[in-house]
């Protein structure tokens, strides 16, 4: 080991920061968050430090650096960009063996600043040695995604309760049961950063009230369209905690990759040739996972509030008293849009944008001659099957037959075509595409040609 990992105590105690740059405001802005009693000496200053001296967040020591300032200091870190009067301050600092930090110089500090994830009081801290700190920094954007925002607050909530848990709970099994429940209660975590005491004050009665084994939960958590890089943080994070992901059709290989390894899959979508599960049977589905205890991912394409059905599984799901919560993913509307340089509004051609289904249910029809109006973009899913009808009614409503459209076949993923053309065409270019694709039609569609930058083919 090169170096000793270790958490220091820096609440008022004072310490130096050598430097007045913008490398300097980065120390400093660590320094003020551990609450010490800051002294930064420095020719010249820029600006922020002194707004924080004004504050009274620090204090200011104008001129060259001094010996006399090591005086009483716990810890100093040397952040100029002379290097010459770094060195200064690491052999004075060493002399009076205090702990000195010189910014970008691991060999010539006595300790090196690692990579931090703060979810305070919950701290991680990464560190290459300084071999690399661009590594150490990579690392610690992943640590950053997969630890929720709100854990320092359950961390903290942990501390009060120990003794009250202790006195619960016989065993330690029975403890570690609960703790791991309480970690990953994510409506908890999110009442907590709401402040919101009723609602932790219910929550906290659920997890010591119910028996351990009833506490099922289902999140609905929107996958996005495709490219796994679009998930949400907090949909990574409900994916590598569940115990069973209920998952269909639209949702990507990629994405199903990231489920944690031991988690029961269940795929609920049609595949060629069979009926996808009727959706009373997916609602039993996910009644019978989260009433066994299980914590349930159900697992949709784009979001789920966005012709999903989401909304119709949470009804069941509160009919029976199970706890849920929701996760918003990107839609296909969007994703589409920009993976295909298609903006959906613009300030010269669009003032709104309306998501249209096409496939709405058979005593529904659509309002056509509001679809027709001008300055508005259409975004129609599940539309391929009714392109002739949706060219038809358009125009007949007094649409231009010249209003340019896309096709957008498997938007964002690698296998995305996009076919554009004019509405009179529609019916017959959809002929080209095949599901899932989204059809777009608004003057909007002509900026591609100036903003496509997703792939290199425009099939006319
Ligand atoms: N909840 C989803 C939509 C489900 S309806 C969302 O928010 O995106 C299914 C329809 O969505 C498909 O018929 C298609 O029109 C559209 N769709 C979903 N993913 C798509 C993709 N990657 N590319 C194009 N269209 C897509």
Redo the contacts with the bound molecule.
Sequence with gaps: MDYLPIFCQLQQKACLLVGGGEVAERKARLLMDAGADITVNAKEFTPQFDLWAKDGKLKQAHGEFSPALLEGVWLVIAATDDENVNDLVFQQASERQIFCNVVDAPKRASFIMPSIIDRSPLMVAVSSGGKSPVLARLLREKLEAILPQHLGQLARLAGDLRQQVKDKFSTITLRRRFWERLFAHDRLAQSLANQDAAMVDKHLTDLFEQPLEQRGEVVLV?AG??DAGLLTLKGLQQIQQADVVVYDR?VSDDIMNLVRRDAERIFVGKRAGYHCVPQDEINQILLRNARNGKRVVRL?????F???RGGEELEVLADDSIAFSVVP?I??AS??SAYSGIPLTHRDYAQSVRLVTGHAKKDTSLDWANLAAEKQTLVF???LNQAAEIEAQLIKHGMSKSMPIAL??????VQQKVVTGELSALGELALQVE????IIVGTVVSLRDKLNWFSAATKK
């Design positions: 929107g369209p495709g639209l949709k394409g784009g979001d789920p966005i012709f999903g993913g839609t296909a994703g589409c899913y599940m539309g957008v076949e498997n938007g964002t993923s599901s899932p694709s989204l």
